[in-house]
């Protein structure tokens, strides 16, 4: 993994952790947000909204359905970047 990828992923997770409101090393890649943070669809949309203003990305909607532990978010964050 190029220190690129590394760096945004660790961006992602940092801004994961501040939408969930849990410290970092509180997460695992596969943890399951919904089920393991209580986070709601409210949520979600944040999660988005933050990584679109801070990647410059746009991710579609539907797109939440994937985003549901770091694993996820870092696929659809590096699809969006690829766009």
Do not use: P
């Amino acid at each position: 993994m190029s220190t690129s990828v590394q760096n945004q992923r660790a961006e992602i997770k940092e801004i994961v952790c501040d939408v969930l409101e849990i410290d970092l090393e509180e997460i695992k890649e596969a943890s399951l947000f919904k089920e393991e943070y209580d986070a709601d669809s409210l949520r979600s949309i944040e999660l988005l909204a933050a990584l679109e203003k801070k990647f410059g990305i746009v991710i579609e909607q539907a797109e939440l359905a994937r985003m549901v532990n770091l694993e996820g978010v870092y696929a659809v964050v590096e699809e969006a970047a690829a766009k």
